[in-house]
T-cell receptor, first 114, second 112 residues
Framework: NAGVTQTPKFQVLKTGQSMTLQCAQDMNHNSMYWYRQDPGMGLRLIYYSASEGTTDKGEVPNGYNVSRLNKREFSLRLESAAPSQTSVYFC?????????????FGDGTRLSIL | SQKIEQNSEALNIQEGKTATLTCNYTNYSPAYLQWYRQDPGRGPVFLLLIRENEKEKRKERLKVTFDTTLKQSLFHITASQPADSATYLCAPSGGGGNKLTFGTGTQLKVEL
């Protein structure tokens, strides 16, 4: 099994461009998450989807939108990229939204905004 | 606001010794605490979860403790090996929705 797959792995954008980061999981998980990881700040939750058809804001949602396309796929969109959004983005999934559920992560998308 | 602190300095130990990593939290009363391992260029990988009513949890060479009075979790790796070299992240949870708040991680280097 592939687990959680993120595409692309690397991307360079110019300020103001838009982009969608893709995430798919093959574990039949109900809940999915988007995090960003910056040096010295740890992983921060951007948006999450507790179940298919629902999405909610996390700690740092400004400048992002998400779509839970179906149970497998959860995409993150940057409508007008800004240099402050340069980061490594991780998608994760868990069986459910109970607080004792381990999360399974993809290997990230490294995004640079010039 | 919630604050999670892990040793920012790298921890260097010799092979075969026990590594102990610390996770302290403030303004927070998590019901669970998870530990993850992250290798360079990879996503975090789940290792262990401990509940607030559990004092200790073990898995092979790994041991985690959870002291809700001290607001601290300790993560131990016994008989450490060079392959254990990685960054270890702690993540308390319990606010609903399985939303994790991660510490910045501690980098462990196990030397021969």
């Amino acid at each position: 099994n592939a687990g959680v797959t993120q595409t692309p792995k690397f991307q360079v954008l110019k300020t103001g461009q838009s982009m969608t980061l893709q995430c798919a999981q093959d574990m039949n998980h109900n809940s999915m998450y988007w995090y960003r990881q910056d040096p010295g700040m740890g992983l921060r939750l951007i948006y999450y989807s507790a179940s298919e058809g629902t999405t909610d804001k996390g700690e740092v949602p400004n400048g992002y939108n998400v779509s839970r396309l179906n149970k497998r796929e959860f995409s993150l969109r940057l409508e007008s990229a800004a240099p402050s959004q340069t980061s490594v983005y991780f998608c994760a999934s868990s069986e459910g939204a109970r607080d004792n559920q381990p999360q399974h992560f993809g290997d990230g998308t490294r995004l640079s905004i010039l | 606001s919630q604050k999670i602190e892990q040793n920012s300095e790298a921890l260097n130990i010799q092979e075969g010794k026990t590594a102990t990593l610390t996770c302290n939290y403030t303004n927070y009363s998590p019901a669970y605490l998870q530990w993850y391992r992250q290798d360079p260029g990879r996503g975090p990988v789940f290792l262990l979860l401990i509940r607030e009513n559990e004092k200790e949890k073990r898995k092979e060479r790994l041991k985690v403790t959870f002291d809700t009075t001290l607001k601290q979790s300790l993560f131990h790796i016994t008989a450490s090996q060079p392959a254990d070299s990685a960054t270890y992240l702690c993540a308390p949870s319990g606010g609903g929705g399985n939303k994790l708040t991660f510490g910045t991680g501690t980098q462990l280097k196990v030397e021969l």
